[in-house]
Every structure is written in structure tokens, then in C-alpha cells.
């Protein structure tokens, strides 16, 4: 098969879909493309991946990697996220879209399959809010989400009228240990987890009771390769299906983390450009399409997410304050 390219890999999700890429096809089939310069990094067993520098919203540059590298596959993960994408709506437009129009332009040209990551971004306040369909009202009012709105279009547009099979999920608030919080309005929950272990105390740009949709990191890589292995027969929707695992709100989570740290304790400090964007968003999603389709099944919800993400963070501070 071609190899993997992967965009955007130094970001929270390219971070460990890129791991997870390599030890399942293998270290010589996965390209780590970001914008930023990174060196070969080892990973156990002393296995390389194959790094290269890449500016998405340039063409030739795409064109000329993908061809370079035999690429088969791109997993399309560079972009701006919501409340960065809001300081630079110009380059939030020209990072999100030209970038993706780029990557469809080379997949089109050398019939690579792509993966691209929509968000619950995508919806907006006219949207039902509460257990969302996967075919709603798209209205967002954020330039984040008018991009990620457009995004799926395109993605449709050039699966049926070029045939590229381009596949994608709207995917909700994501947590990791792995990578630090992006800039992102659901973002919250990590600066939590890191603010809890390091201090005891959070003081959060939500409003207490900001519900959003939630999923752990390790579920939204499973269900990425899931997508991308499944039978396209049985893709309704092709791209941006919602996906899921909890719904949570900041008083909720700290609440769990509680169960774990004695004494944290947490103050709200609300952003309002943040706190505007969230009460834009689904409360909750509906992800039967997904169950249906291709056998989405996340395997935490926030009681195993809160244990597993307090113990391997920890650990990494611990060897972080170690080193």
C-alpha cells in the first residue's frame, strides 16, 4: 500500500494518531508532516518515523511530498482551532481551507484516500442542541466553525464529483495527556487535569454548568483508524460523522477529579469570547449513525477517562520534574 501522510502531526491529535499509525502499518509507511521543524524521534524499540516539513496552504509543496513519498493515504490534521481561529480569522480561512482545498487538489490528482477532522465547531445556536442528529441545522457563528462547515462540503464535493474517498468525523472536545491544550474552547478540561495534579486549584474560562460533548483521546484515535478500515458500502455519510463518548460540564469534571485529589478545588474566570462559542455548541451528540455504520464504541466514559488520564499525566510530570 501507499504510505501515510500525516498533517498538522506535532498537534494534540497527530501527537498520538501518528504512534498509533506506525505501530499498526509499520514505521516506514507513516510520514509526520507538520509546519513547524521536528527531528526523527525514537519510539520504543528504537523505530523511526519518517519526519518532513510542510506549509499545507502551499501547493507545490504538497504536491511535491505526496508524490515524493507514494502517499496513499493523508490524514489531514493541520488547522487553526476555535479560539485561536477567532484572534486570526485570516489565517484561520487560509490555514483551514486553502490547506484542505490543497490537500483534496493532490488526493484528487494521485487518488489518495483522506481523512478530515471535522468539530462540533460545525454546528451553531440554531442547531438543536440537546442529543444533536448527524443531519442538522449548520449555522456556527465562529469563523472556526464556517470553516469546518465549508470543509465538509468540499469533502462531499469532491468525493462525488471526483470520486476521492475522503472520510471524517465532528469530533467533540478531545482529552490527552499527551499533548498540551491547542487552543481550543473545550480545551478547559485538560488545563484542568494538569492545573489539579500541579496545584490543586483551576480557575476556568467556562461557566460551571457549559456542557459539552467529550470524548478521551485513545477512543477518537480507535474510532479515526476505524473510519478509515471501514467497507465504504456502508458509509451513509462519508464524512463528518458525530462521535461521542460523554457529556460533561467543568463543575461536573472537577466533581471526578475530586474523587481523586483530595483538597482540588476550582473558581470560574469566564472568557466571554469562549464562553459565546461553547453556548453555540451541542450539549450532547447523536452517534448512532456512526454505532450503525462502522461500529463506533467508546471504551471511556468520564469515571475511566478521569483514572487513566490522572495516572499516565502524573507519571509524565513526575519524569518531566525528574529530567
Same mark, same amino acid.
Given at each position: 500500500?501507499?504510505?501515510?501522510?500525516?498533517? $498538522?502531526?506535532?498537534?494534540?491529535? +497527530?501527537?498520538? /494518531?501518528?504512534?498509533?499509525?506506525?505501530? #499498526?502499518? @509499520?514505521? &516506514?509507511?507513516?510520514?509526520?508532516?507538520?509546519?513547524?521543524?521536528?527531528?526523527?524521534?525514537?519510539?520504543?524499540?528504537?523505530?523511526?518515523?519518517?519526519?518532513?516539513?510542510?506549509?499545507?496552504?502551499?501547493?507545490?509543496?504538497?504536491?511535491?511530498?505526496?508524490?515524493?513519498?507514494?502517499?496513499?493515504?493523508?490524514?489531514?490534521?493541520?488547522?487553526?482551532?476555535?479560539?485561536?481561529?477567532?484572534?486570526?480569522?485570516?489565517?484561520?480561512?487560509?490555514?483551514?481551507?486553502?490547506?484542505?482545498?490543497?490537500?483534496?487538489?493532490?488526493?484528487?490528482?494521485?487518488?489518495?484516500?483522506?481523512?478530515?477532522?471535522?468539530?462540533?465547531?460545525?454546528?451553531?445556536?440554531?442547531?438543536?442542541?440537546?442529543?444533536?442528529?448527524?443531519?442538522?441545522?449548520?449555522?456556527?457563528?465562529?469563523?472556526? $466553525?464556517?470553516?469546518?462547515?465549508? +470543509?465538509?462540503? /468540499?469533502?462531499?464535493?469532491?468525493?462525488? #464529483?471526483? @470520486?476521492? &474517498?475522503?472520510?471524517?468525523?465532528?469530533?467533540?472536545?478531545?482529552?490527552?495527556?499527551?499533548?498540551?491544550?491547542?487552543?481550543?474552547?473545550?480545551?478547559?478540561?485538560?488545563?484542568?487535569?494538569?492545573?489539579?495534579?500541579?496545584?490543586?486549584?483551576?480557575?476556568?474560562?467556562?461557566?460551571?454548568?457549559?456542557?459539552?460533548?467529550?470524548?478521551?483521546?485513545?477512543?477518537?484515535?480507535?474510532?479515526?483508524?476505524?473510519?478509515?478500515?471501514?467497507?465504504?458500502?456502508?458509509?451513509?455519510?462519508?464524512?463528518?460523522?458525530?462521535?461521542?463518548?460523554?457529556?460533561?460540564?467543568?463543575?461536573?469534571?472537577?466533581?471526578?477529579?475530586?474523587?481523586?485529589?483530595?483538597?482540588?478545588?476550582?473558581?470560574?474566570?469566564?472568557?466571554?469570547?469562549?464562553?459565546?462559542?461553547?453556548?453555540?455548541?451541542?450539549?450532547?451528540?447523536?452517534?448512532?449513525?456512526?454505532?450503525?455504520?462502522?461500529?463506533?464504541?467508546?471504551?471511556?466514559?468520564?469515571?475511566?477517562?478521569?483514572?487513566?488520564?490522572?495516572?499516565?499525566?502524573?507519571?509524565?510530570?513526575?519524569?518531566?520534574?525528574?529530567?
Amino acid at each position: 500500500m501507499g504510505r501515510i501522510l500525516v498533517t $498538522g502531526a506535532m498537534g494534540q491529535i +497527530g501527537s498520538e /494518531l501518528v504512534p498509533a499509525l506506525r505501530e #499498526r502499518y @509499520g514505521s &516506514d509507511h507513516v510520514v509526520a508532516s507538520d509546519v513547524r521543524i521536528a527531528p526523527y524521534r525514537l519510539s520504543a524499540g528504537d523505530i523511526r518515523y519518517i519526519p518532513e516539513h510542510l506549509d499545507c496552504t502551499q501547493a507545490p509543496q504538497v504536491l511535491e511530498v505526496v508524490r515524493r513519498h507514494e502517499i496513499g493515504t493523508i490524514y489531514h490534521l493541520a488547522a487553526l482551532l476555535s479560539a485561536v481561529a477567532e484572534e486570526k480569522p485570516h489565517a484561520a480561512w487560509s490555514i483551514n481551507m486553502d490547506g484542505l482545498y490543497n490537500i483534496l487538489e493532490a488526493a484528487r490528482q494521485y487518488r489518495c484516500q483522506v481523512f478530515f477532522p471535522s468539530s462540533i465547531g460545525a454546528f451553531g445556536p440554531s442547531t438543536p442542541h440537546e442529543h444533536t442528529p448527524q443531519t442538522a441545522v449548520q449555522r456556527p457563528t465562529t469563523i472556526y $466553525g464556517v470553516t469546518k462547515v465549508a +470543509g465538509e462540503l /468540499l469533502c462531499d464535493y469532491y468525493a462525488g #464529483r471526483f @470520486g476521492v &474517498d475522503v472520510r471524517g468525523l465532528r469530533l467533540p472536545g478531545l482529552i490527552s495527556y499527551v499533548a498540551p491544550p491547542g487552543g481550543g474552547t473545550t480545551d478547559y478540561a485538560v488545563e484542568m487535569f494538569h492545573q489539579a495534579l500541579r496545584y490543586k486549584q483551576y480557575s476556568c474560562f467556562l461557566k460551571a454548568d457549559a456542557r459539552l460533548p467529550m470524548m478521551y483521546m485513545p477512543d477518537a484515535i480507535r474510532a479515526v483508524i476505524a473510519l478509515m478500515e471501514a467497507d465504504s458500502a456502508r458509509l451513509r455519510y462519508r464524512n463528518a460523522y458525530n462521535v461521542a463518548a460523554m457529556s460533561v460540564t467543568p463543575a461536573e469534571l472537577a466533581a471526578e477529579i475530586r474523587t481523586h485529589i483530595a483538597g482540588f478545588t476550582i473558581d470560574y474566570r469566564i472568557d466571554p469570547v469562549r464562553q459565546s462559542i461553547a453556548e453555540s455548541w451541542p450539549h450532547s451528540l447523536d452517534t448512532s449513525a456512526a454505532r450503525d455504520d462502522w461500529g463506533f464504541a467508546p471504551q471511556f466514559d468520564l469515571d475511566a477517562m478521569t483514572t487513566d488520564m490522572l495516572s499516565r499525566l502524573s507519571a509524565k510530570i513526575s519524569a518531566t520534574q525528574a529530567d
